[in-house]
């Protein structure tokens, strides 16, 4: 598989050591790590900050990593979207939450240009939104960008928590409306979208199903998700909100995950064979949509 499975663990190892709450130092130094890992494969990195008045809270700051590969500039044609927060809980050093993801997009980042077709049929952008832990105000932020921009923006995925796993019978919880509908063993990954979705949807699915060894089980959301709050836990919601395809990728977080928003939530409770697979899947998921497109509209 071209990701690579040392990679990812160091990554971690790097990221997750301690919290990264808003406005940290800790935070801070992750950026110039991700934004450095990003360079070195190729990529420029822009770094767009904005003010918010949270409530409760007061006024934040926040700052988003938007990277284009160098060779593969953006322009103003269709895009689409890849992104994953790197924030964490002031108590927690989110190891599954979420540098894993942010882990596995540092992956997608470094393999991607191997394979990557010239011309593609989407330009993709890669984000690393802050802010997600006070109410996904990253991701908020740039899709009102991506509106205001009249952005054609094909479809974008939000990577959430992706390397927990448990393979005992009934480790997975589900929501009610869910039960019996999916697996009670949390050994899979799951691809969330909304009514508006259908198509990437499948489309990223089928890339994560080349992987083998990897089960993946997607969920079909209406009304936007607001029937299943858990579906709107992250950066992707947005941009359901703005009227576009999107997804979250996800282990399903505190349904399986007993140190969500913990002190516990460190490297060593992650299952990196799991891991390994799911970020292999995404990096083929991702240059699969790259190579073939995305249709404007997704929902048919």
């Not at 709450?21 to 130094?29: C, F, K, Q, T």
């Not at 009670?184 to 949807?201: E, K, T, W, Y």
């Not at 083929?284 to 190579?291: E, F, G, K, M, N």
Request: hydrophobic share 40%.
């Amino acid at each position: 598989m071209p990701v690579d499975r040392q990679r990812l663990q160091a990554h971690l190892d790097q990221l997750a050591a301690a919290p990264r709450p808003s406005g940290s130092v800790e935070l801070d130094a992750a950026r110039n790590y991700v934004t450095r890992e990003l360079e070195s494969s190729g990529w420029n990195v822009t770094r767009q900050p904005w003010d918010v008045l949270a409530d409760p809270g007061g006024p934040l700051h926040g700052i988003n990593l938007v990277a284009e590969h160098a060779r593969h500039p953006l322009g103003g044609g269709p895009r689409f979207v890849v992104g994953a927060h790197l924030d964490s809980r002031p108590n927690s050093p989110g190891a599954d939450d979420n540098i894993s993801a942010v882990a596995t997009l540092l992956e997608i980042a470094r393999v991607l240009p191997l394979d990557w077709p010239d011309p593609a049929a989407l330009a993709l952008e890669l984000v690393v939104f802050d802010l997600e832990e006070n109410g996904m105000l990253g991701g908020e932020f740039h899709a009102r960008q991506c509106l205001e921009q009249r952005t054609d923006l094909r479809g974008m995925v939000a990577l959430e928590m992706l390397g927990y796993c448990d393979r005992r019978p009934k480790s997975q919880a589900l929501p009610r409306s869910l039960v019996g509908l999916y697996p009670d063993v949390a050994d899979f990954i799951a691809i969330l979208g909304n009514q508006n979705s259908d198509i990437l949807r499948r489309a990223f699915a089928a890339g994560m199903r080349d992987v083998p060894g990897l089960a993946v089980e997607t969920v079909r959301l209406v009304e936007n998700g607001n029937l299943l709050q858990a579906s709107r836990l992250s950066d992707h919601s947005p941009f359901w909100d703005a009227g576009y395809p999107a997804l979250m990728i996800t282990d399903t977080s505190f349904l399986r995950n007993p140190h969500y928003h913990m002190p516990t939530d460190t490297a060593d409770t992650l299952d990196m064979d799991f891991l390994h697979h799911v970020a292999e899947g995404c990096y083929r998921a991702t240059l699969a949509i790259v190579r073939d497109g995305l249709p404007k509209g997704s929902s048919s």
